[in-house]
């Protein structure tokens, strides 16, 4: 099993910046692919970015030029910068792992007031 812990979530105003931490923790052989998925209420849970062990990376386009995924891999960490934050940028983020399965975190709300 494979545990996720998410951290860096709150409350910014338009035009203002917040890093995401996520952890992946337990029997852990390899992880392929990390990243990110928000879900604001109502809607469907949606890729934000996403990272290989290799290091390419796949963002969705409203987030493009903003945001910035990295990863730590010794550590079996991964990030996500964000910069220019909209309020359509407001949802809870998810943190997501893949090794044999995906396994998710429990989610960390992002606000962002205008």
């Known amino acids: 099993q494979v545990q996720l812990v998410e951290s860096g979530g709150g409350l910014v105003q338009a035009g203002g910046s917040l890093t995401l931490s996520c952890a992946a923790s337990?029997?852990?052989?390899?992880?392929?692919?990390m990243g990110w998925y928000r879900q604001a209420p109502g809607k469907q849970r949606d890729l934000v970015a996403t990272?290989?062990?290799?290091?390419?990376?796949n963002y969705t386009d409203s987030v493009k030029g903003r945001f910035t995924i990295s990863r730590h891999n010794a550590k079996n960490t991964v990030y996500l910068q964000m910069n220019s934050l909209k309020p359509e940028d407001t949802a809870v983020y998810y943190c997501?792992?893949?090794?044999?399965?995906?396994?998710w975190g429990q989610g960390t709300q992002v606000t962002v007031s205008s």
């Open positions: 990272m290989t062990s290799s290091g390419t990376t």
């Open positions: 997501t792992c893949t090794t044999w399965r995906p396994y």
């Open positions: 337990g029997t852990i052989f390899r992880i392929n692919s």
